[in-house]
């Protein structure tokens, strides 16, 4: 069972875009989520992770342009990614944090370019 991104896109330079992920696991509400990207030729990296108590936490790359949010109800998590650069193009994963191997899905594709 994968978590599957979506939302992915080509996106001009100081642009935004939102991604999301859907959880089929009963038990999202109790577990910590988190997004990943990885830019080609770069090891994954995590960009965001979110507690079950909501409080979020970011590296200083993306820190006050990335915000994580979840739906416990929908069993959702999404990514607000604004003031994009061209350093942001990657492919974006969301998965369990600390991430779970069975659990990558496919990505979706973030290109931030004029």
């Known amino acids: 069972v994968q978590l599957q991104a979506s939302g992915g896109g080509l996106v001009q330079p100081g642009g935004s875009l939102t991604l999301s992920c859907v959880a089929s696991r009963s038990d999202f509400r109790i577990n910590h989520m988190g997004w990943y990207r990885q830019a080609p030729g770069k090891q994954r990296e995590l960009v965001a992770r979110i507690f079950t108590s909501g409080y979020a936490v970011y590296p200083d790359s993306v820190k006050g342009r990335f915000t994580i949010s979840r739906d416990n109800a929908k069993n959702t998590v999404y990514l607000q990614m604004s003031s994009l650069k061209p350093e942001d193009t990657a492919v974006y994963y969301c998965?369990?944090?600390?991430?779970?191997?069975?659990?990558w899905g496919q990505g979706t594709q973030v290109t931030v370019s004029s």
């Open positions: 998965n369990y944090w600390p991430w779970q191997s069975d659990y």
